[in-house]
């Protein structure tokens, strides 16, 4: 019976993978390593040689294919004696069958970017699966969870358990929930599985250095499995660094090797060199874009006592109009030293010409001229942002809806002293901003972010001391909008939200309401007997949508809109006055300072007949 079973074999690695194959494995049993080369070539066969003969067209993979398995099963070997053996009783894709689907397989394993890559995927609007956990581990899909169980758990009855429950298990399945793009574990871990149910998909292999991967991942959680096929519950803190490393490594080489390199595409965020974004985007089928968006930088995010808590911040607006030094310095940083995890949403018009706004670039106040911010672009405004934070950029250019006729009406009875023309320019810009709320919604309310607070901050404001919000103040469920400058509705620079539910309604209304809810808005804006304007609207709308709004003090938020000022070669961050000879949106502090007493000053309008102050402007010079 074994003789006849050797025969069988041998038959089938002739047929199977022709001469090349055969001869290694007599060249290995010359060299006299026993047996390996001969069982990592005989892979998927054996278990069923004594049944059939498989023939090479029934099979998703080319004989070349089922050498590169061989291959990787041959360098495994040589770390964990017998794993070819075992690889070779799988059945890759389990019950499921081969199919032409255009699901993107990501090849990669966890701790290489594949969480930035997941946001990067569903920022272009794909459904992604990625690894779940905390607090939404709940809502894994059971094949997935299955999945993951037979992954990270030692099998009950043992190593033959793992492989034949693997063996039954339909991998068709993960393509039936909507996705195209899957990543992280247990995607990596089981490629093959997958890749046999769909072997003309694309691949996406994201890779750093194995030993950093090694070190980094037994820092992360040692439990964690090791880099190896169907690795069944066998924990990374069984073996060396090095060792995970070479494990690492064949991984790769097997995914290069089986992966034709049209279908390939390798990202490596921990090099230095930068993600070429438009290729990536072309490769998941979203094509290149005009202007690119960030790739994502998604920090760690642990669970249980080590937690900290998410704080996310959203900043909408024209990237020429962008200030980031005090958000940096003021409001990020200080956040990141008390020990929250700060998520970032950038959705910038990143067009040069876009100009939506009165006292734009150009206009003269005293002999000071308006100018641009001092970026160009997301990717140069990323540097800026320190390490260790989440950061999204999109470059949202606006679909520019038309307005309703009546909200123009609206603002031009406000000005009519403006012409009809401005009142139209200002709804555009208005409807602008709401566009880009929904936008930076649909980035934030995503699973890069767990955060129960949200800022929300225009393009131009600027942080006047350091701040860090006393969390333990706000009320579940409101919004929080600064108390000054409310024109009889609600201060709309900025919003402090408590409540994900409510954080995600605030984005997505103004833009619905306006587009689909304009009638009642119009008739409370007319019944009312106050101002028309956008902080009007603002209003209307969140109590239409029944959100509870409250208020706060300058000092308890001290943020303001700011405009850079230029004279002499130098530019000033200044800050429009509103009323009386103070600005009462600014905090008593940043007034005492503002106002000369340690250095600001203040600027008029040349032939102005008013008494107050235009600006008030910070004494030291910013550097562009
Ligand atoms: C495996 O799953 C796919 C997709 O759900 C389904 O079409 C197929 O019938 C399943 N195969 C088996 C053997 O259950
Ligand atoms: C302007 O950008 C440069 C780098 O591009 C940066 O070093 C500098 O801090 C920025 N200044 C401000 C005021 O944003
Ligand atoms: C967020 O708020 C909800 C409701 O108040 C609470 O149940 C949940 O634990 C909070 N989550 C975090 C991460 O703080
Ligand atoms: C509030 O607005 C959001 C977004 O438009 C909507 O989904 C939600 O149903 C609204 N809630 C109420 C009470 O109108």
Not at 97 to 119: D, E, K, N, P
Not at 145 to 151: A, G, I, N, V
Not at 411 to 416: F, K, N, V
Not at 432 to 453: D, F, K, T
Request: with cysteine; aromatic share 8%; proline share 5%.
């Amino acid at each position: 019976m074994a003789r006849l079973l050797a025969l069988h074999m041998h038959l089938l690695v002739v047929k199977v993978f022709g001469q090349s194959c055969h001869q290694k494995v007599a060249k290995l049993n010359a060299d006299g390593v026993a047996g390996v080369g001969q069982a990592s070539c005989l892979i998927q066969q054996r278990a069923d040689a004594a049944k059939t003969l498989i023939e090479a067209k029934d099979s998703p993979f080319s004989p070349a294919q089922w050498q590169c398995i061989s291959e990787y099963g041959a360098s495994v070997d040589a770390d964990l004696p017998g794993f070819s053996r075992r690889l070779e009783q799988r059945h890759f894709g389990g019950t499921g069958q081969a199919t032409t689907g255009s699901v993107i397989l990501g090849a990669g394993f966890g701790t290489t970017a594949t969480r930035s890559l997941a946001a990067f995927g569903r920022q272009l609007g794909l459904g992604v699966h990625h690894f779940v956990q905390g607090h939404n581990a709940h809502e894994i899909p059971k094949f997935w969870s299955r999945l993951t169980h037979l992954t990270k758990l030692q099998h009950p009855k043992g190593l033959d358990g793992c492989i034949s429950t693997l063996n039954a298990l339909n991998f068709s399945e993960a393509f039936d929930q909507g996705n195209d793009l899957l990543l992280d574990t247990p995607m990596a871990e089981h490629f093959l599985d997958f890749y046999a149910v769909s072997p003309q998909s694309k691949v996406i292999l994201t890779n750093r250095d194995a030993v950093d991967w090694a070190k980094a991942r037994l820092e992360w959680d040692e439990t964690m499995v090791v880099p190896l096929h169907s690795p069944c519950g066998v924990k990374l803190a069984t073996m060396s660094a090095e060792k995970a490393a070479r494990l690492y490594e064949a991984h790769s080489r097997l995914v290069r090797c089986i992966v034709p390199a049209e279908n390939l595409m390798e990202i490596n965020v921990f090099d230095g060199s930068r993600i070429d974004v438009p290729a990536l985007s072309e490769f998941l089928g979203k094509g290149r874009p005009e202007f690119a968006p960030l790739f994502p930088r998604v920090s760690d995010q642990r669970w249980g006592p080590e937690a900290k808590t998410d704080f996310a911040i959203c900043i909408t607006g024209q990237i020429r109009r962008l200030e980031l030094k005090t958000k940096v310095e003021r409001l990020i940083r200080p956040l990141m030293d008390n020990n929250f995890r700060v998520i970032v949403a950038l959705v910038l018009d990143p067009r040069g010409t876009a100009s939506y706004v009165h006292r734009g670039p150009g206009e003269v106040f005293d002999d000071f001229v308006v100018v641009d911010g001092n970026f160009s672009s997301l990717q140069q405004a990323a540097e800026m942002f320190p390490g260790g934070m989440t950061l999204l950029g999109d470059p949202f250019i606006p679909r520019d809806y038309p307005v309703d006729e009546r909200y123009v009406q609206d603002l031009y009875s406000q000005m009519p002293e403006k012409g009809v023309e401005y009142a139209n320019q200002r709804a555009k810009s208005h409807m602008r901003q709401w566009e880009a709320l929904e936008r930076c919604g649909q980035l934030l309310i995503s699973p890069v972010n767990h955060a129960n607070y949200t800022l929300r901050l225009r393009d131009d404001s600027a942080v006047l001391e350091p701040f860090v919000p006393r969390l333990d103040l706000l009320e579940d469920r409101a919004l929080y909008a600064p108390a000054c400058s409310r024109f009889g509705g609600v201060n709309d620079k900025l919003a402090l939200i408590r409540g994900r539910d409510t954080a995600r309604d605030y984005f997505a209304l103004s833009l619905d309401m306006v587009r689909h809810r304009f009638n009642e808005i119009h008739e409370l804006m007319v019944s009312s007997m106050g101002t028309r304007n956008p902080e009007h609207a603002l209003k209307i709308m969140l109590d239409l949508n029944q959100t509870m709004t409250k208020h706060l003090e300058a000092d308890d938020v001290p943020i303001v809109p700011s405009k850079n000022l230029r004279r002499d070669g130098k530019t000033y961050q200044c800050f429009y006055t509103l009323t009386g000879q103070y600005n009462d949106c600014l905090p008593e502090r940043s007034r005492a300072r503002l106002t000369g007493l340690q250095g600001g000053f203040s600027i008029h309008k040349p032939d102005s007949d008013n008494a107050r102050s235009d600006f008030l402007c910070e004494g030291t010079a910013l550097d562009f």
